[in-house]
């Protein structure tokens, strides 16, 4: 048991940090909450005017809204499972032994060092209907009929956007798994195989449940960051409804209309989606996989 003297010193040593924090993050997020509640631009040409939850209804009737939330539900999900399947699969690659594996581990992280902007910027040229590469080995290869136009299409656009997420994001999900499958102790596996269990069984009973950990750590960091994406789609589609999430609809919001009450609103309501998915995969993963 701690004395009530260890107690003091751990909250003297840990107040300097809980002040940073409350000051970077703790007053700007209260002044959304504030804001949220008013109807104001960002220049206040005119008075800032008390409409109480009129900004929060409004979400519900705003039909732009529902179909960012929608684009931002489609990319999470899509993104998220096929990040995190593959970079399972290439964890438990490059955890086994074999001649390069460093070298692998090296170069599997190139895509995610990239920066995101970078990136897609490049993807965008790479995916372009008339001189991209990926159309001209597509129709050289005979993989196309024709050249596609994967960024004009509507119902293409947020299925290639979500590739080039997938391509970037993987590596860092194999990284976080594979720091989880090198603290697994290699007896379970040896007394495993003395036993007659076989690779999946070993794979199901050892390797999944022990993985849980840092597999749910992995999921809350990966889907709280695809929640509030912005770059990718903003750089590769700009504010096109097709793709546009709530982190590009809200910087259109505050930005392009100048709309602070609304765009605060729309804040808060990101803020509250973010802790819905928190909530969730605590209760479905377990309290106990974080421990």
């Avoid at 939330?69 to 399972?88: A, M």
């Avoid at 409804?241 to 709530?246: E, I, Q």
Wanted: proline residues 5%; charged residues 15%.
């Amino acid at each position: 048991m701690l004395t009530l003297r260890q107690v003091r010193l751990a909250w003297i040593l840990v107040l300097p940090t809980l002040l940073v924090v409350a000051l970077v993050a703790g007053y700007p997020l209260a002044q959304v909450f504030y804001w949220s509640f008013f109807k104001a631009d960002i220049a206040f040409v005119e008075p800032p005017e008390f409409v109480g939850l009129e900004n929060y209804l409004f979400l519900f009737q705003d039909p732009d809204f529902r179909q960012a939330l929608w684009n931002t539900l489609t990319f999470t999900v899509v993104s998220v499972s096929l990040e995190t399947l593959l970079g399972l699969a290439i964890a438990l690659i490059i955890h086994s032994n074999f001649r390069g594996r460093g070298l692998v581990r090296t170069a599997i992280l190139i895509p995610w060092a990239i920066p995101t902007v970078v990136s897609a910027k490049m993807w965008q040229w790479m995916l372009h209907d008339v001189y991209g590469v990926i159309n001209v080995l597509g129709v050289k290869l005979g993989l196309f009929a024709h050249k596609i136009a994967f960024l004009a299409r509507p119902e293409l656009l947020l299925p290639s956007i979500i590739a080039v997420d997938v391509w970037k994001t993987t590596p860092f999900m194999a990284l976080l798994l594979l720091a989880g499958l090198q603290l697994i102790p290699e007896e379970l596996y040896e007394a495993a195989s003395i036993d007659g269990a076989s690779r999946w069984q070993q794979f199901w009973s050892i390797t999944l449940p022990l993985l849980t950990p840092a597999l749910v750590v992995a999921l809350i960091f990966r889907t709280l960051d695809a929640l509030r994406v912005f770059d990718v789609i903003f750089v590769m589609s700009g504010v096109n409804p097709a793709t546009r999430t709530l982190a590009v609809y809200n910087r259109q919001t505050l930005i392009d209309f100048q709309d602070l009450g609304y765009g605060s609103a729309i804040s808060v309501a990101i803020l509250v989606l973010i802790f819905v998915f928190v909530v969730f995969y605590m209760r479905t993963l377990g309290r106990e996989a974080l421990r």
